[in-house]
Nanobody, 125 residues
């Protein structure tokens, strides 16, 4: 399985971007999918996860109410709609695919089996 992320770029504070991530190979519809991000000189952190088949969605507190994760199983694609962007959202964003996680690890990297290559998001003030 390979994940190809796109949609990053430079945006002003308060603007919006939509990230996309296309997955190759079988099993997408039965997999959990999500997004993580890594800012300069910081560790990678959880952003959002969507379980398969209309399952639960979880967000990091820092993006709740501003970001929306969605998936299109017919297109093997996961999206991250990012609104009201802030300078602290600047990071490389990674899409992820993996096993259906129990709630206690949904916000960690423990469930991730495959990573995308990352797409840069820069929010200027």
């Amino acid at each position: 399985v390979q994940l190809q992320a796109s949609g990053g770029g430079l945006v002003q504070v308060g603007g919006s971007l939509r990230l996309s991530c296309v997955s190759s190979g079988p099993g997408f519809s039965s997999s959990a999918v999500g997004w993580f991000r890594q800012a300069p000189e910081k560790e990678r952190e959880f952003v959002a996860i969507k379980r398969p088949s209309g399952g639960s969605i979880y967000y990091a507190d820092s993006v709740k109410g501003r970001f929306t994760i969605s998936r299109d199983n017919a297109k093997n694609t996961v999206y991250l709609q990012m609104n009201s962007l802030k300078p602290e959202d600047t990071a490389v964003y990674y899409c992820a695919q993996g096993s259906y996680p129990i709630t206690s690890v949904a916000r960690t990297e423990a469930w991730v089996r495959y990573w995308g290559q990352g797409t840069q998001v820069t929010v200027s003030s």
